[in-house]
């Protein structure tokens, strides 16, 4: 799914209503009946919204909502500013909803005296994505008023205040929504940190805005949806061979961090790699042929990576657990200068890279680096805000033509033509030691079945949050564990292969 910016979602409407063709006020009244349906799915155990309502288009949809609400027998109050000068739409809609005798229609002020019941339910469409200003005055003071209030929050396309394409400045005033109810495209500003931390959950609402314009603009901006997903997975064919889906060499642990050479190992054999070998110090033996009996152990040292040999026929993922010892800096940056294809880089490896003069020229072209904030930091240096993050992380992935996987929350795929991905898998249950080693395991592995380097990055990412939330579903997101990530591999599996297969 493309991601755009207001100024293309502001044409979007248009296209849509110059070439459907529909009226405006059609596609607000579409727009809210999305919205209603949504609602009355899923809060059926609240009677009461209080609807608070700007004069701009995002006031229109608030208008339309409190009308089809009441109608489907909730009972609705609204809150206007009584003196604002309203938008054509939203005017229209304000003097129908005036017409029915059972809503009530209040000024802001008034909400200082409103009783908030346990089943009283806000609803915001004060601003939409046509601010362009922070939040100042009495509306200010409102905001921070509906903020203080326990009661669930549901914003229309965005929370008031938001910015969806930058980042507010540090003092501004947001609504923090518990849900927003947004209109066909995610949004950028709902998946960084800093920005998203104010919707909630995101239910994003098809309103059928233009399909000729959404695949005629362009846009380097995306999340990995199931379409995305489904076009780059490749089902296993029945006459294939172990050799059909490549060798793996996983290069990781040392004394104390054997944990991560088997995490990782164990993620490379479980998402389909041919042959997996392990190259890891002698002391991981036996906690390796015990864990990973189907992985090749290969002797890289005795208590920490001493050498790392070169097979071109395999491919690398490298970092997890290695350490930094000088010995094993050297072995790593010996055989940098020796692949002649691209290569997986994470951890210790990233670290390694980041403390030697120009080791970022070391790292095969087409590569994938696995960085999360503070090792990116390292490697190229600090940023204000995320935004500039992956500002940065595009001109170093087309400096040095490597694939960056940037761990986030929502997890960003850079490529080098300036590509952004967007995960919209996983939780916070992955906020643990050793699942960054289970994605290093899975990329190899999807490399090596001669997926691109973008595919197998995309596929990784979002294959190991779709298995994380699987885990966090039998065992919490507190409790969860990598392994029980790992566990849930073959649902993931199972789930792509259904989405994927041809039926009569």
Not at 332 to 348: G, N, Y
Request: proline letters at 3%; charged letters at 25%.
């Amino acid at each position: 799914m493309k991601i755009f910016t207001a100024e293309q979602i502001r044409k979007g409407d248009l296209y849509t209503i110059n070439n459907e063709p529909i009226l405006s006020i059609q596609l607000m009244e579409r727009a809210a009946l999305a919205c209603v349906n949504w609602i009355s799915e899923n809060c059926k155990n609240h009677r009461n919204f209080a609807v608070f309502c700007g004069n701009g288009n995002n006031g229109g949809d608030g208008f339309a909502i409190a009308r089809m609400l009441y109608q489907k027998g909730f009972d609705v109050d609204v809150f206007i500013n009584s003196k604002a000068k309203y938008s054509e739409n939203a005017n229209e809609n304000l003097k129908e909803l005036k017409e029915l005798s059972g809503v009530l229609i209040k000024n802001f002020k008034d909400a200082e005296s409103y009783r908030f019941d346990s089943r009283t339910i806000i609803i915001d469409a004060l601003f939409g994505i046509g601010l362009s200003r922070n939040i100042e005055g009495d509306l200010k003071d409102l905001i921070d008023f509906l903020n203080q209030k326990k009661n669930i929050k549901i914003s229309i396309d965005v929370p008031s205040g938001l910015f969806i394409d930058r980042i507010a400045d540090e003092n501004s005033t947001i609504l923090k929504a518990d849900y927003t109810l947004s209109f066909q495209l995610w949004k950028k500003g709902f998946l960084h940190p800093e920005t998203g931390k104010y919707t909630g959950k995101v239910e994003i609402l098809d309103i059928n805005l233009s399909e000729e314009y959404i695949s005629q603009t362009d846009t380097n901006d995306f999340v990995i949806d199931d379409e995305v997903v489904k076009n780059i997975f490749k089902p296993r064919n029945d006459f294939s061979h172990k050799g059909t889906f490549g060798k793996v060499t996983i290069v990781a642990g040392s004394y104390g961090k054997i944990g991560a050479a088997v995490l990782a190992t164990q993620a490379a054999l479980k998402t389909g790699a041919g042959l997996t070998f392990v190259h890891a110090p002698k002391c991981g033996y036996d906690i390796l042929q015990t864990s990973c009996p189907e992985a090749m152990f290969i002797d890289g040292g005795n208590q920490k990576i001493e050498n790392i040999e070169l097979d071109e026929n395999s491919v690398y993922g490298i970092g997890p657990g290695i350490g930094k010892d000088e010995k094993t800096q050297k072995a790593l940056l010996k055989f940098l200068k020796e692949p002649s294809q691209p290569v997986v880089l994470d951890a210790d490896a990233l670290n390694v890279i980041a403390e030697t003069k120009d080791g970022l020229q070391l790292i095969p072209k087409k590569s994938i680096i696995t960085p999360h904030p503070k090792e990116f930091e390292r490697l190229f240096g600090a940023t204000k805000d995320s935004f500039e993050r992956t500002d940065l992380a595009k001109k170093k992935s087309k400096e040095l033509d490597i694939i960056i996987v940037l761990k986030d929350h929502h997890t960003q795929i850079i490529t080098p033509e300036g590509n952004v991905f967007y995960n919209l898998t996983g939780n916070s249950g992955l906020a643990k030691g050793g699942s960054g080693d289970v994605l290093t395991g899975i990329i190899t592995s999807f490399l090596a079945q001669k997926y691109t380097e973008e595919e197998a990055a995309i596929l990784g990412v979002w294959f190991h949050g779709k298995a994380a939330d699987f885990a966090s579903i039998k065992h919490s997101k507190e409790a969860m564990l990598p392994t029980d990530v790992i566990n849930e591999f073959g649902k993931v599996f199972e789930e792509i292969n259904e989405k994927v297969e041809i039926k009569l």
